[in-house]
């Protein structure tokens, strides 16, 4: 009996115990489900962005960031979308309180916020300027020497404030040196979203603006037949090469603008002129047929069409844009291969042959 009773009492402290362990777990779990709430509420209600700008987390202040070059050389460049060869570039990003234009801060919740400015390079060719809402300008001289600022996005709509750099040159193109500037914004209150300097945070919004200049004037950089590339052709074996060809590709590479979006790089003429005894233009290749389309304006002189043939010569003007490659296809003229015959594998063969077409920018 006494052995029974001491397994009764055993066994009331153990439920007993689970008991204490339930209630535990209960009020816990309640306090975590209230704490993960709280958190989904701040997390779907809060909202601090930029057009450009993007979040990155694991950082703390401008002056750890600054002494991470490996980090520096990671965030995204915004830079100009438009040609710039002189005068002044605006780079301008937006500090904005939404997500989109749904998602927003309540009424309530206003957002106070800092934005700094670093120059990271020393100026060459040009001066820089931080501008500010309200379109004050405050220079950028000094290297890794943060300028702040300040401002608050309201809550209830959508909203935003603008700010940007200001570039201008201050001699010709050919002085000028891309310098960046790294910003970093990043909200001050409500308190509970700004942390300690030594915690990571959050809301840092980090880019580095940079301008880069084009150069108005197409060139070309390079033009001659494919032949040209193909390994083994040389001054010794050029006539080889061409000998049993009935046509050439000729390829024509143009560079001058960094920007190839045709709503910001114009085309521009080029000159294809060519030995016609020797070649003849397929008259089927797109830039001619646009040429002779040109042509059928009949109150163009003859100065203005883009078909020409002038002795010995034959020429044609087509469109092309900066930084693009077109082929051209000529076919052996009737007098080529007797030409030819009379040409040694030599240097002065091979400019013959190299000769025969040529490109040109028009000016």
């Known amino acids: 009996m006494r052995k029974h009773k001491k397994h009764i009492i055993h066994i009331s402290i153990i439920l007993a115990a689970i008991f204490v362990m339930a209630g535990s777990l209960a009020l816990y779990a309640k306090y975590y489900a209230s704490r993960y709430n709280k958190g989904i509420t701040v997390a779907s209600n809060l909202y601090f962005n930029s057009d450009k700008l993007k979040r990155i987390t694991g950082v703390t202040d401008i002056d750890t960031i600054l002494q991470d070059t490996d980090g520096i050389n990671k965030l995204s460049i915004i830079t100009n979308s438009g040609a710039w060869s002189s005068g002044t570039l605006l780079l301008n990003f937006a500090v904005q309180n939404f997500e989109n234009s749904i998602l927003y801060n309540d009424s309530n919740l206003n957002i106070d916020y800092k934005v700094e400015f670093v120059l990271l390079d020393a100026p060459v060719g040009a001066n820089y300027s931080v501008v500010d809402t309200a379109g004050n300008k405050i220079p950028l001289t000094s290297v890794n020497t943060p300028v702040e600022m300040s401002g608050t996005v309201k809550g209830g709509s959508l909203n935003s404030d603008t700010y940007g750099i200001e570039i201008t040159m201050t001699g010709q193109t050919t002085d000028y040196v891309q310098s960046r500037v790294l910003v970093m914004a990043y909200p001050v209150s409500p308190d509970y979203i700004y942390r300690a300097e030594n915690e990571n945070q959050e809301y840092r919004l980090l880019g580095i603006l940079q301008g880069h ?133 030599d240097e002065a063969g091979r400019q013959w042959f190299e000769g025969l077409v040529s490109a040109e920018v028009v000016e």
């Open 213 to 345: 200049t084009t150069d108005a004037k197409m060139s070309i950089d390079s033009a001659k037949f494919k032949v040209q590339e193909e390994s083994g052709y040389g001054t010794a074996t050029w006539k080889n090469k061409v000998t049993d060809l009935s046509g050439f590709m000729y390829n024509v590479k143009t560079i001058g603008d960094v920007v190839v979006d045709s709503s910001t790089a114009a085309k521009q003429q080029v000159k294809i002129t060519w030995d016609n005894r020797y070649l003849q233009l397929d008259e089927n290749d797109d830039n001619y047929l646009y040429a002779k389309e040109h042509d059928k304006d009949t109150s163009l002189s003859e100065e203005d069409k883009y078909i020409k043939v002038e002795g010995d010569k034959s020429s044609v003007i087509i469109m092309i844009l900066p930084y693009t490659s077109i082929d051209m296809t000529f076919y052996k003229g009737k007098q080529f291969d007797t030409e030819l015959s009379t040409k040694n594998a």
